[in-house]
């Protein structure tokens, strides 16, 4: 009966956590394997030097070790397609609306240049006003 009952105890503290929000998913560090913006796509020794680490609701994104920018991301994960904005700290808090895609260890997101519109898909052609990055989870 004690075992039954612990089986039944855990089945409802795994169950009551439920699945991970993306919000939790996207934590770490995460490398490129693709950054466009405007048409024009990153070279891959460029690429090599990029990395992005999210803490919470912070994003810091560094070049050869440096900040390039950081600011705060807002996940909105029950939108079709997924929305987020990221308000860099750095530059003169701009607001970048965007939307993403998080499948497994690989995060895509498109971001419009502040003042523009969010996207309604996954480009960045010539006179966009956007920046696509395709992203992999560091260590996988």
Same mark, same amino acid.
């Given at each position: 009966? =004690?075992?039954?009952?612990? +089986?039944? @105890?855990? $089945? &409802?503290?795994?169950?009551?956590a439920?699945?991970k929000?993306?919000v939790?998913r996207i934590? %770490?560090?995460? @490398?490129? *394997?693709? !950054?466009? *913006?405007?048409?024009?796509a990153? /070279?891959?020794?460029?690429l090599k030097?990029?990395?992005? +680490?999210?803490?919470g609701?912070?994003? *810091?994104?560094? #070049?050869?070790?440096?900040?390039?920018?950081? %600011?705060?991301?807002?996940?909105?994960?029950?939108?079709?397609p997924?929305? !987020?904005?990221a308000?860099?700290t750095? #530059?003169? /808090?701009?607001?970048?609306?965007?939307?993403? /895609?998080?499948? $497994? /260890?690989r995060?895509?997101? &498109?971001?419009?240049?502040? $003042?523009?519109?969010?996207?309604?898909?996954?480009?960045? $052609?010539?006179?966009?006003e =956007?920046?696509?990055? !395709? @992203?992999? =989870?560091?260590g996988?």
């Amino acid at each position: 009966m =004690r075992r039954c009952m612990f +089986v039944v @105890l855990i $089945g &409802c503290v795994l169950g009551a956590a439920g699945p991970k929000k993306d919000v939790d998913r996207i934590q %770490g560090t995460w @490398l490129p *394997t693709a !950054i466009e *913006t405007n048409g024009a796509a990153m /070279e891959k020794d460029d690429l090599k030097a990029v990395k992005v +680490v999210i803490r919470g609701d912070k994003y *810091t994104m560094t #070049r050869d070790g440096e900040i390039a920018d950081e %600011g705060t991301l807002v996940v909105k994960e029950t939108t079709k397609p997924r929305q !987020i904005d990221a308000k860099s700290t750095l #530059r003169e /808090e701009q607001l970048m609306h965007g939307i993403y /895609e998080l499948k $497994g /260890e690989r995060w895509k997101v &498109c971001l419009a240049m502040p $003042g523009n519109r969010r996207p309604e898909d996954f480009t960045a $052609g010539a006179k966009s006003e =956007r920046i696509l990055y !395709i @992203l992999k =989870r560091a260590g996988k």
